[in-house]
């Protein structure tokens, strides 16, 4: 199977996001992770602060009370909802969903998080990665990233629930289902490794070849 694209799903702090940037260099295609917000923010017409809130997140049952009760209120004075209007998590995940199919339509590029690995599920030229890593070496990871003073196990496993219940609710799936995946693999404290690895799990070929060897 040629496989046209590639989704890396992972948990906080195990290089996940920075493993698909050295796959996507390497295979010379595009990277979504980050730039997704501001296509999401682009075409919903509101700021990309607004989006970034909702990455990845869930609306609390307040607040998707709240958005509703705005919009049943708004239809009722006969005003006109405008795109962006009521911009929250459900809009996100349906714009989300569009831009994922598009990416695949055009190829060549590899998604980080964002449920591609649901949205895509059943393309048959799209590889699905899930990547991990042990708590101490996440720890150590996020030591160097996020501001002193953090208690960085809370930030882990608030980021991990937060993926974990945004997958849930919107569809319907666990996140650490394997059946969602092709791979599942332990960055460990070796991420150009793991993305070798990665690279020749799905192509077949490996940035040095030679390098491969004990890394299996």
């Not at 290089?15 to 997704?36: E, P, V």
């Not at 004075?77 to 995940?93: I, K, N, P």
């Not at 393309?123 to 003073?149: S, W």
Request: glycine fraction near 6%; proline fraction near 1%; charge should be neutral.
């Amino acid at each position: 199977m040629a496989y046209r694209v590639l989704t890396i799903n992972r948990e906080f702090g195990s290089g996940g996001g920075r493993i698909a940037q050295t796959i996507a260099k390497w295979l010379g295609w595009k990277l979504l992770d980050r730039n997704i917000i501001d296509a999401i923010a682009y075409s919903a017409h509101v700021d990309a602060d607004v989006v970034q809130h909702y990455d990845e997140h869930v609306d609390s049952w307040l607040r998707r009370l709240n958005q509703q009760a705005m919009r049943s209120a708004a239809l009722a004075a006969g005003l006109e909802l405008r795109d962006g209007t009521f911009f929250d998590a459900e809009q996100m995940v349906k714009i989300t969903q569009k831009i994922l199919e598009q990416a695949w339509t055009e190829g060549n590029c590899v998604i980080v998080g964002r449920a591609s690995q649901c949205v895509l599920q059943h393309k048959a030229d799209v590889y699905h990665v899930f990547v991990y890593a042990p708590l101490k070496e996440r720890l150590l990871r996020l030591r160097t990233r996020l501001p002193k003073g953090t208690n960085i196990e809370e930030r882990i496993r608030t980021v991990d629930g937060e993926r974990a219940k945004y997958l849930q609710q919107y569809f319907g799936k666990s996140w650490c289902n394997p059946h969602l995946y092709d791979l599942m693999i332990s960055s460990c404290e070796d991420e150009d490794a793991t993305a070798r690895v990665i690279q020749f799990a799905m192509t077949g070929q490996t940035q040095g070849r030679d390098q491969l060897v004990g890394v299996l």
